[in-house]
């Protein structure tokens, strides 16, 4: 897939960090670092603007890594930028430490995955096809 983006941040490019992984990463386009305190969210700007084909969205992705040693994520996560959307790709992040933590320039903050949707046309009917599951909630397989 081919996709049009302007990169107004010094970084480079998005790019897959191996050779089948599914999202990109995100960087900080920043003049200034910033420090998330803890419990405090930020939004951090990325310097790019894509144009999706009609039929995908972009999910903005917590980085597991950045997750699990400094306890940073991606407070809406998954967060979605739609195919009409033209304004900057900017990342809500999170600290859930108990420490501080500093974002630089170029920081790798998040990951961004490409993937088609559908788009819904409701049916209104009175009664639904019964399933194997029926109404059961959460946990109600008693599986762990």
Not at 5 to 17: A, H, I, Q, R, T
Not at 30 to 59: C, N, W
Not at 98 to 125: C, D, K, L, Y
Request: glycine share 10%; no cysteine.
């Amino acid at each position: 897939m081919r996709l049009k983006v302007v990169n107004k941040s010094s970084n480079d490019l998005p790019e897959y960090g191996t050779q089948h992984a599914a999202g990109m990463d995100l960087r900080a386009n920043l003049s200034q670092e910033i420090t998330i305190a803890p419990m405090e969210r930020k939004l951090i700007p990325t310097g790019l603007f894509i144009e999706l084909p009609v039929g995908y969205e972009a999910q903005v992705r917590p980085r597991s890594g950045l997750a699990l040693k400094k306890g940073i994520t991606v407070l809406n996560s998954p967060g979605t930028i739609d195919a009409d959307y033209r304004g900057e790709i900017m990342v809500i992040l999170i600290n859930l430490s108990a420490e501080n933590f500093v974002i630089q320039h170029g920081e790798r903050i998040a990951q961004m995955v490409v993937a088609a949707h559908e788009t819904v046309n409701w049916e209104s009917v009175d009664i639904l096809e019964d399933s194997s599951r029926g109404e059961g909630g959460f946990g109600h397989t008693g599986k762990h």
